[in-house]
């Protein structure tokens, strides 16, 4: 393993970075990290020729960016989340010139490639704005301080918080409303109060009183475009959301149940139950083994 750390100067600026060779059974069987790195105050002379191996996540705790990545550019901001093929032409870098602070990984596994596809099928965009913000940056620092150990335990940890950092990501697109020009403009609204506003009481005849528009042709064009009903859409949504506070949060079922649009506890575990086929408290204890 090769650690590397810059001493600090009066601009404060520090780079840590270390390289690991994974074991054999890393390579066959686990996600597995092979560089991690946290800059403070400084940049990263990141390749651009697309030679590189692997994958690429990067958590931006501070300070603006900006992305070239596939011919496209886009700009970063502070709590964004980059996954890239580091096989693709690509540049990141601060816009400030004092640099900015980042954490970030470069990592591989039997898996990785069937992760990057599932993202890159749903969205075309390499930059995640997630709302776990607090969770997934922990898992950042996790990896970053895992890898710094040789312990036994090290890898299989490292594997189980990138998944749970990949999740994340791949559950983004869930949440995000569907907007496509061949959809109608009502269409697009919907799934965007859908997604903001499932907290609320909502229905069909609601919906079509907020947006002028009769409820029939609503129902009609929103499962021509989404594949699925307005309230099969929203239950989704509401079960998604319910499952992140299930795994990051210490609420109760019937807090979870209010926050998450459900009239009580009872249907919320109903409703749950038939969707996962198994109840929410069951699930809470899947992910705090």
């Not at 189980?160 to 269409?187: G, K, W």
């Not at 009239?263 to 929410?280: L, Y």
Request: glycine share 4%.
């Amino acid at each position: 393993m090769e650690n590397t750390k810059l001493p600090q100067t009066h601009t404060e600026k520090e780079i840590i970075k270390t390289v690991s060779a994974p074991s054999v059974f890393a390579k066959e069987t686990l996600l597995y990290a092979e560089e991690t790195c946290y800059i403070k105050n400084g940049t990263d002379p990141n390749p651009v020729d697309g030679k590189q191996k692997g994958y690429l996540l990067l958590y931006i705790l501070a300070e603006n960016g900006k992305l070239e990545y596939q011919g496209q550019h886009y700009i970063l901001k502070a709590h964004d989340v980059i996954f890239l093929d580091c096989t693709k032409k690509h540049r990141y870098s601060p816009v400030s010139d004092t640099g900015w602070e980042v954490i970030f990984f470069y990592f591989s596994g039997a898996a990785a490639p069937g992760y990057y596809k599932y993202v890159a099928d749903h969205t075309n965009c390499p930059v995640f704005s997630i709302d776990n913000k607090k969770t997934v940056q922990s898992l950042f620092w996790q990896i970053h301080s895992l890898h710094n150990k040789q312990a036994d335990y090290s890898e299989l940890l490292i594997s189980m918080n990138i998944t749970r950092i990949l999740t994340e990501i791949c559950m983004f697109h869930l949440s995000e409303p569907v907007q496509s020009a061949q959809y109608p403009d009502v269409v697009n609204y919907v799934f965007y109060h859908l997604n903001t506003f499932y907290m609320d009481k909502i229905t069909l005849d609601m919906l079509a009183e907020k947006f002028f528009v009769n409820k029939h042709y609503l129902m009609r064009e929103f499962k021509r475009c989404a594949g699925k009903s307005i309230m099969e859409y929203l239950t989704e949504v509401r079960l998604s959301k319910a499952k992140n506070l299930l795994r990051y949060s210490s609420k109760s079922i019937e807090e979870i149940a209010a926050e998450t649009g459900f009239c009580h506890a009872t249907h919320f575990i109903r409703t749950f139950r038939k969707s996962e086929q198994v109840t929410p408290l069951f699930y809470r204890k899947q992910w705090s083994i």
